[in-house]
């Protein structure tokens, strides 16, 4: 599922597109942005420490520049997937004059 949410009073540091886009952090273990790490193989749920997720770095959300392409929330490997996308609606913007 590619879908995503659009943040309008944000816009990219970079590019200062605006609206961005972002869409909840899909590494299955974050929860709110930290991960529970266990010491040991008995990982019981609360005994763990948590740890800042690197795909969202503690955010609970990804959030990325649907102009330029650029990661604003974590991980680069991400980068990819957030063009991939955008391809898929490039067709909206291809219908729209480029300046
Ligand atoms: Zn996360
Ligand atoms: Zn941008």
């Known amino acids: 599922m ?7 009073d944000l816009s990219c540091p970079d590019c200062g597109h605006s609206p961005l886009h972002s869409r ?3 590494n299955l273990f974050c929860e709110d942005g930290y991960i529970e790490e266990f010491l040991d193989d008995v990982e019981i749920p609360g005994t ?6 690197q795909e969202c770095k503690g955010t609970g959300v990804e959030r990325w520049c649907p102009k330029c392409g650029a990661n604003l929330s974590g991980d680069k490997r991400m980068d990819e ?10 067709g909206y913007y291809k219908s729209e004059p480029q300046i």
């Open 24 to 26: 909840d952090c899909i």
């Open 81 to 90: 997937q957030f063009r991939e996308i955008e391809k898929l609606d490039e």
């Open 2 to 8: 590619d879908d995503y949410e659009v943040e309008y």
């Open 48 to 53: 763990g420490y948590e740890v800042k997720c």
